[in-house]
């Protein structure tokens, strides 16, 4: 999880970890079925902690929840910093960007079942992978990489598409994840602005190790 390090006061130390144990149940059940109706003490009950504890750390469910999804989205956007390092390309990182999500819909299957059930409201939001995707489409726009005339509906694209994708991986399992996200890579680097022989070039690229 994207939490940050646990404080070193005794008595901080455990009421931070009470409050991951929290989000990490709240993740748990968005991943399994998306079903926030569970109650507090169901929730209180996953995370082994005292149905007291939950109002010491959040208002509401709705807020743990969203909590949740921003630690969730958040850790994504990590993933990608700590793999794509070194990158100057903005369309390689494009395309790296939906293949690695992918193959993330094997190797970390709660993340990337959080993302397809709550991602699109966090299209736009200022957190996770949407911010760094922001910045690598403007890094493109004004450098002349790509030809997008708004980068923020192009994020929209980005989006949207890298959504059907991971959503592509959990309906339709037989589907070979690594080309379709290939694929997928190509077109939107094409409506990006490259050209076609740029686009196919750049989507193939080695990929960082996943592991």
Same mark, same amino acid.
């Given at each position: 999880?994207?939490?940050?390090?646990?404080?070193? +006061?005794?008595?901080?130390?455990?009421?931070? @970890?009470?409050?991951?144990?929290?989000?990490?149940?709240?993740?748990?059940?968005?991943? @399994?079925?998306?079903?926030?109706?569970?109650?507090?003490?169901?929730?209180?009950?996953?995370?082994? #902690?005292?149905?007291?504890?939950?109002? +010491?750390?959040?208002?509401?469910?709705?807020? $743990?929840?969203?909590?949740? %999804?921003?630690?969730?989205?958040?850790?994504?956007?990590?993933?990608?910093?700590?793999?794509?390092?070194?990158?100057?390309?903005?369309?390689?990182?494009?395309?790296?960007?939906?293949?690695?999500?992918?193959?993330?819909?094997?190797?970390?299957?709660?993340?990337?079942? %959080?993302?397809?059930?709550?991602?699109?409201?966090?299209?736009?939001?200022?957190?996770?992978?949407?911010?760094?995707?922001?910045?690598?489409?403007?890094?493109?726009?004004?450098?002349?990489?790509?030809?997008?005339?708004?980068?923020? #509906?192009?994020?929209? #694209?980005?989006?949207?598409?890298? $959504?059907?994708?991971?959503?592509?991986?959990?309906? !339709?399992?037989?589907?070979?994840?690594?080309?379709?996200? #290939? +694929?997928?890579?190509?077109?939107?680097? !094409?409506?990006?602005?490259?050209?076609?022989?740029?686009?196919?070039?750049?989507?193939? !690229?080695?990929?960082?190790?996943?592991?």
């Amino acid at each position: 999880m994207s939490t940050s390090a646990l404080p070193g +006061n005794r008595f901080e130390r455990r009421r931070a @970890e009470t409050r991951n144990a929290l989000v990490r149940a709240a993740r748990q059940i968005l991943a @399994e079925s998306g079903d926030t109706s569970a109650s507090i003490q169901a929730i209180a009950e996953r995370a082994d #902690v005292g149905f007291g504890s939950f109002y +010491n750390h959040f208002d509401s469910k709705a807020e $743990l929840f969203e909590t949740a %999804v921003v630690d969730a989205l958040e850790e994504f956007g990590q993933a990608f910093d700590e793999r794509l390092t070194g990158i100057d390309d903005p369309a390689e990182l494009v395309a790296a960007g939906f293949r690695l999500s992918a193959r993330m819909a094997d190797s970390h299957p709660e993340l990337m079942q %959080v993302l397809r059930r709550r991602g699109l409201g966090h299209i736009h939001s200022d957190n996770g992978l949407a911010r760094r995707a922001l910045r690598d489409l403007q890094v493109g726009i004004a450098s002349g990489r790509f030809t997008a005339p708004d980068p923020v #509906v192009a994020l929209s #694209v980005l989006g949207g598409t890298l $959504l059907s994708l991971v959503e592509l991986r959990f309906a !339709r399992p037989e589907v070979n994840g690594d080309q379709a996200a #290939v +694929n997928l890579a190509e077109m939107v680097l !094409r409506m990006l602005g490259l050209s076609t022989d740029d686009a196919h070039e750049v989507a193939r !690229r080695p990929l960082p190790d996943l592991d």
